[in-house]
């Protein structure tokens, strides 16, 4: 129970929390309801970080360097959006997933050229998420990262107010656009780089979450980002457990789950939308 079973329940927790936190903050921010940790391309490039470790047989260095890829994708689709004009949402969008679209190749390529049969299967199980091999060191990073990110975007409740109604009346109601667009990006992608360094890209988490708690208590983000967390950490750890369980003694990376209940649940979202509006 405590080496085994309690790292992964609380990794999970953690995982499930940031990223739906990061969920919110990137709709947000880009007034786009499709967005997702993943949109400035970190994922691709923390996949890059990651495949290149396990080709070289460093499995001890994947929380490391799948960090750092997160960070060169950031760093990346950063310095494209202004040198296009600006962190504007529809500019920092298109850079993300132009620098996903490349890092996405790189990955692509490495593992075309270098892994052996016997890496492919580590591969594949990072690719697709897992929490398999959750440990207390990975317990430390992500619920680190969540202490000193996610609590901190927690209290941006207000600000994130603002900006659901456009970058000029968010100015008009006193918040340096900008500045704080930046300043909230780069701690949403830090945030989502530390977590996904510990569990591999898990999809949906952050994008159906959001809106799943929005249906229920509005758009308020002073309720929607703490509510969005414990939605994201309950779903997560329930998701790990049928990952771990439904098909045993197999076990099934949770992003294929994710994406198996995320994918539904979404379109079944759209159609309720719709017919509301």
């Known amino acids: 129970m405590w080496e085994l079973r309690m790292p992964r329940v609380l990794t999970a927790a953690a995982v499930g929390a940031g990223l739906a936190i990061c969920g919110v903050v990137m709709q947000a921010l880009t007034r786009n309801p499709l967005a997702d940790p993943y949109l400035l391309g970190l994922s691709s ?22 960090f750092a890829g997160a960070l060169a994708a950031l ?4 310095g494209l ?6 962190l504007s949402p529809t500019t920092t969008v298109l850079a993300g997933l132009a620098v996903s ?5 790189i990955t692509s390529l490495v593992i075309f050229w270098s892994a052996t049969t016997d890496s492919y299967r580590e591969i594949l199980n990072w690719l697709l998420g897992s929490l398999s091999g959750a440990d207390w060191p990975a317990v430390a990073l992500a619920g680190g990262a969540l202490l000193l990110v996610g609590i901190p975007l927690l209290a941006t409740g207000r600000t994130l107010d603002a900006f659901a109604f456009g970058d000029t009346a968010a100015s008009a109601l006193g918040v340096h656009v900008p500045r704080t667009r930046t300043l909230l ?58 990952a771990r369980t439904l098909f ?22 759209l159609l309720r939308s719709r017919r509301a509006s």
């Open 45 to 66: 490039g923390a996949s890059v970080g990651a495949v290149v470790v396990l080709v070289l047989g460093l499995a001890v260095a994947l929380p490391i360097a799948a």
């Open 75 to 78: 760093a990346a689709t950063l």
């Open 81 to 86: 959006a202004r040198a296009a004009g600006g």
């Open 101 to 105: 679209a490349v890092f996405g190749a």
């Open 185 to 242: 990006l780069v701690a949403t992608a830090l945030l989502t780089g530390a977590l996904v360094s510990v569990s591999g890209a898990i999809g949906f988490v952050g994008l159906i979450l959001p809106h799943a708690v929005r249906l229920v208590i509005g758009a308020r983000h002073r309720a929607l980002l703490p509510l969005s967390a414990l939605a994201g950490a309950v779903f997560l750890v329930w998701v790990d457990t049928g």
């Open 248 to 269: 045993d003694p197999r076990e099934l990376p949770v992003g294929i789950l994710t994406a198996l209940v995320g994918g539904p649940v979404f379109a079944a979202l």
